[in-house]
């Protein structure tokens, strides 16, 4: 039949089609080493920090309004938050003291736990920045909080300059800290 | 697995639906159908509608409240879009470089269906072309006689 | 010294492992059966081996000897007994370990029956064995040693992660592993038949009886595993498109086409090259199972701990598939089918089709499963594939195979007459369409749902009276009602099996079609001694009460629940508190029937007792998908019976 003629040819390339097929494929999936599934770029970045008002663990008012002007560095945790939350809890008190007379908040804002776990918690590191419960978890969705920790970091005008997924550390802190204050009001 | 509706249709469903209930009433069907939508964001691979966890609560009280206040259901989840990413809605937006991953499983099929009928065709051609058979030899014979044997199960 | 001795027992098990597989391939190539013996008693070496230090990791479980790292991430000292001799599979390290096992179990039975019966393939066959199971060997050496050292010895364990505290979890990874391992036999006769240049139907008889048995587990496992998710998670669903439960289901997809395919080389001699491209996929699918469970590449219920160990088995699935479709490539010449087919309407037709859809499915879930690393590699933007995607997808794709698997066994081979058609199929069309009439009048509004309804209808009377037909004419020969079934079954229990088969993934089919056209939920606070009507069923908050399990704080709320028929039950879902654990795990309660499940979970609830939100949901028909397995159990035994001598 005349179309024998054809089929060979096609035939002898064709067939080493699948085997290179298999290699963009490959490929992807190596390129997902790169890549982290859970972390989870945040749409909030250089955009108003939403605002939140919530009752302390003191007593007192926390709310971002009052602290216009100010850098504020946000950040969510858990008393069930094991070990990250653990880890940068004195981080947070200690970068807390330092830049406090500088105009920098520091503010934890605690999701899903029980009163006397956070107490806990914050007698346990010491924590003598303002901490509030967020009991229906509005605030934490209104910064796409995803898990805990999370850090946030706010600038003098409220925009949010940085978002930082898991326990903060002393080199993180000072060095968006530091950034923030250079800038020019 | 909860709604058979997919996201887009109902998505348009909503979009059309002309009557916006009152602030005040809240149809728990709503709330379930914009939660399924949404990816629950502490678990894996769940909708906020299905998932049993502390966040997903937290958020199906939240759309709620939405609702409640008068939101439409599709600003309910521009706002949770607004705060997450894309990343949140359980299904792509059909826009875009998402439309591959819509397009191409209908388009393989077909594709894959096209060229399956194409090449039926020319087998059975080729069967028909041949020339009839006078003598049936031993093999056919055999294969013959196994294949009436499953015929008549 | 058990982590060292044990660690000892897996690298010598790799070298031999190793060296069989070179002896076996040199002693095919060179004609030297010495060689080929060898590499058999290595390969029942290594199979002693591996089982003694499983052996020794459960007795390490079993002792609590914290020494061994992999004892002291997974057990606790509050651990129950038999969770402690699981837990053997609950984590990575252990689960390579598990896979190892049932590989070089499987080696051992292709040795004993293949030996002498087939000498042409054996010792290749063997060769590919001992080649994939010192691969994981290597896993097991390298990046994930199941015998490494804890010191300082800690005084108690992690403990097991509590969701795997559970009959499913005993059940689900030996059912699915057997599976996956399972395709590892017809992959290597495939690449034996490759080799060797037999690339007839010698390799596909060979191995039918294998490809049945992993299919079955692989179904087992799938099912399991919805089961555990329904039972257990607490979110009252049994599949969600997670990417772990997509790529056992890919090689589910892929095994089912090749089981139909295989039947129409096995009669026409067609297809060769498609057969071979099939395994070939679904054996590199099972890889890629374990691979996706294992890297952490994607985000998924099932991911263990990421490491190295992605990277190797990335590397052996690239060598896998590009030696075996390379060689594919080589032997082209032998491959090129001579197809004929008689008539487009036909058996054959109907087996191309069936085909077609398996594999287009199976690409649509790889599709969506891969997407979100395509979308961030190409735009840097994550985006979610998830179940609304996957459902809108493949519903045509199930719905054309419901349809196919009731007019596949009947149709003619060869050539469908309008006669054949007529005198099958007629009465089947008239009774669906009737059956979907009859639900649209009885309300059914979805026509998505009256569809599949009526396609499973259609199948349903299409097997009956296959079965009626068939029977009644043994009944003419003289023979009585059910001895003339039972021989039915028994003389072609090839194609019985089959019958069964069909019949368990109808009943299947309907369980998924009902439970997702009718399923309800809802949500609602309840203060104490409040009731909750819903979907015909009356739910009154009793009490809250709190008690101190052997390694969890429970809370349990105790509801009454009664749908005015039967007495009225009492319900006690709870919340589990683990101290290693962030979250609370839910405890579901539900009762179970035919028709529909109740399903109850706790959500919040005040400290004080006074309050709880709960999850209600009414499922419907789901306990059809439990009987289609059992159903589909029947059927793959029946058609792995040895064929009954002919008369």
Known sequence: MSTELVEPRTWRWGKWVIPFAVLPFLALLAYGFRTDPRAIPSPLIGRPAPPFALAAFDGGRVSLEAMRGKIVVLNFWASWCYPACYEEAPVLERNWQAYRDKGVMVVGIDIQDREEAALKFIRQFGLSFPNAPDPEGKVSVDYGVYGVPETFFIDRNGKIRKKHVGAVTEELFRSEVERMLKDAT | MRRTAPALLVLIFVATVAATPPPGSVNEEAVQEIAAQLRCVVCQNLSVADSPSETANQMRRIIRERLRAGDRPDQVVAYFVDRYGEWILLSPRPQGFNLLVWVAPFAGTFAGLVG?????????????????????????RERIRREMADLES | MTPEIGYAMTAVSLGLALYGSGAAALGARAVRPGLIQSAQRAALAIFVLITLSMGLLVYAFLTFDFSVKYVANNTNLGTPFYYRITALWGALEGSIVLWSWMLALYTLIVIVRYRTRRPEFYPWTLSVMLGILAFFLLVMTLPAPPFQR?????????????????????????????????????????????????TGDEWITITRRWTIVAWYFLSLGLLIGGWWSYHVLGWGGYWSWDPVENAAFMPWLTGTAFLHSVMIQERRRMLKLWNLTLIILTFGLTLFGTFLTRSGILSSVHSFTQGAIGAFFLAFIALVLLTAFGLVAIRGDRLRAQGELDSMVSRESAFLLNNLFLVAAAFTVFFGTVFPLLSEAVRGVKVSVGAPFFNLVNIPLFLSLLFLMGIGPLIAWRRASLENLKRNFLWPIGVGIAAAAILRLLGVASGLTLLAMGLAVFVTVIMALDFYRATRARLRTGERLLPAMGGLLHRQNRRYGGFVVHLGILVIALGVAGSQAWSVQTEATLNAGETLEFSGYRVRFDRLSASEESNHFKVTGTFTVSNGQARPAVMQPAKKFYPQEQTPIAYVDYLMGLREDFYLVLGDFARDGSQATIKVQVNRMVTWIWIGGLVLTLGAALAILPDPKKA
């Not at chain 2, 039926?120 to 020339?131: K, V």
């Not at chain 3, 300082?152 to 996956?180: Q, S």
């Open chain 3, 150 to 198: 804890l010191s300082p010895v800690p005084p108690d364990g992690r403990g097991l992660n509590p969701l795997l505290e559970d009959t499913g979890m005993i059940t689900h990874p030996v059912a699915l592993y057997l599976g996956f391992t399972g395709f590892t036999v017809p992959f290597a006769f495939a690449m034996a038949a490759l080799i060797t240049g037999r």
């Open chain 2, 116 to 140: 399956l009928i194409l090449l039926m065709r020319r087998w059975s051609r080729r069967s028909a072309s041949a020339a009839p058979i006078t003598q049936v030899d031993p093999d056919t």
